[in-house]
Nanobody, 122 residues
Framework: QVQLVESGGGLVQAGGSLRLSCVAS????????MGWYRQAPGKQRELVAV???????NYADSVKGRFTISRDNAKNTVYLQMNSLKPEDTALYYC????????????????WGQGTLVNVSS
């Protein structure tokens, strides 16, 4: 079984910063892509940023230049540094990853965290 635990959310004023962390634990052979998604009230979940095992990164246009995703493979951890936060960034932020748990048979799991709330006040 594989678990993701997020932390770092909270209440911040517009223009402020937060750093989210997500740690993967369990029977993990290899972690593939790691990413952050968010879901605001009444809206669909959307991709915020994703980083591959090789370090390739993609961001949503709405966060480019303000958010930075990074990962520490030794710690099975992905981070999201969020600067210049705006009220429209308010959402529940979810960590997501693909994990290889066995090779014979080949077994890959997609895992979601429980979410951490980011609330940006104007």
């Amino acid at each position: 079984q594989v678990q993701l635990v997020e932390s770092g959310g909270g209440l911040v004023q517009a223009g402020g910063s937060l750093r989210l962390s997500c740690v993967a634990s369990g029977s993990i052979l290899r972690i593939l892509d790691m990413g952050w998604y968010r879901q605001a009230p009444g809206k669909q979940r959307e991709l915020v940023a994703v980083i591959s095992s090789g370090g390739s990164i993609n961001y949503a246009d709405s966060v480019k230049g303000r958010f930075t995703i990074s990962r520490d493979n030794a710690k099975n951890t992905v981070y999201l540094q969020m600067n210049s936060l705006k009220p429209e960034d308010t959402a529940l932020y979810y960590c997501n990853t693909g994990v290889l748990v066995s090779t014979i048979p080949y077994r890959y799991l997609e895992v979601w965290g429980q979410g951490t709330l980011v609330n940006v006040s104007s």
